[in-house]
């Protein structure tokens, strides 16, 4: 079975610096997608970044990026230049690529930034 | 941009009791999910559906829990007799194929 791991459950930030996330995950698949999901006090998950594995290219949204090691199975998040707006808890997650394959969550990160 | 909906946003109920929360997918999604998230906790898969049919469960998912598409629109999770345990945030959620899924607001359940 798949699992993913987020080992920092709580992180702390300056507005306007980087900040980054770990995640690392277990699977035995080739194939598969990871995500970073982000909650806010609303508790509501939204979609901040997804990476396919078979592309080498690491994915960007403007200022959240990933780093994608497909060999050490690790899948950080960087966000730049945070903002107060970034605050939320942050989801590391895992999907197979055969059938109506669930997501895998980690623990999740607190990320609370200072202003 | 379109968006998964879900009703009640809280729902109080008591021990016993038999709940059915209510979610509207993207209208032309093809896969349906229900997730839930205890306070504090990470969230968990309780049930795929795709073709009219639970496609995968979790050991969670027991015969107290139940999925129904009754038309084109609504997927519902009904829980026949709630348990305090069951009280968690429970999402909706549904995708096209094999991206990404889009998450509804959730509704919180509350048994006491």
């Known amino acids: 079975a798949q699992t993913v791991t987020q080992s920092q459950p709580e992180m702390s930030v300056q507005e306007a610096e980087t900040v980054t996330l770990s995640c690392t995950y277990d699977?035995?698949?080739?194939?598969?997608?990871l995500f970073w999901y982000k909650q806010p006090p609303s508790r509501q998950m939204i979609l901040v970044i997804r990476?396919?594995?078979?592309?080498?290219q690491n994915a960007t949204e403007n200022r959240f990026s990933v780093n994608f090691q497909k060999a050490a199975k690790s899948f950080s998040l960087k966000i730049s230049d945070s903002q107060l707006g970034d605050a939320a808890m942050y989801f590391c997650a895992y999907r197979g690529v055969q059938g109506a394959q669930k997501l895998v969550f980690g623990q999740g990160t607190r990320l609370t930034i200072n202003p | 941009e379109p968006e998964v909906t879900q009703t009640p946003s809280h729902q109080v109920t008591q021990m016993g009791q038999e709940v059915i929360l209510r979610c509207v997918p993207i209208s032309n999604h093809l896969y349906f999910y229900w997730y839930r998230q205890i306070l504090g906790q990470k969230v968990e898969f309780l049930v795929s559906f795709y073709n009219n049919e639970i496609s995968e469960k979790s050991e969670i998912f027991d015969d107290q829990f139940s999925v129904e598409r009754p038309d084109g629109s609504n997927f519902t999770l009904k829980i026949r007799s709630t348990k305090l345990e069951d009280s968690a945030m429970y999402f909706c959620a549904s995708s096209l194929g094999l991206a990404e899924q889009y998450f509804g607001p959730g509704t919180r359940l509350t048994v006491t």
């Open positions: 699977t035995s698949e080739s194939d598969y997608y």
């Open positions: 990476q396919e594995a078979y592309k080498q």
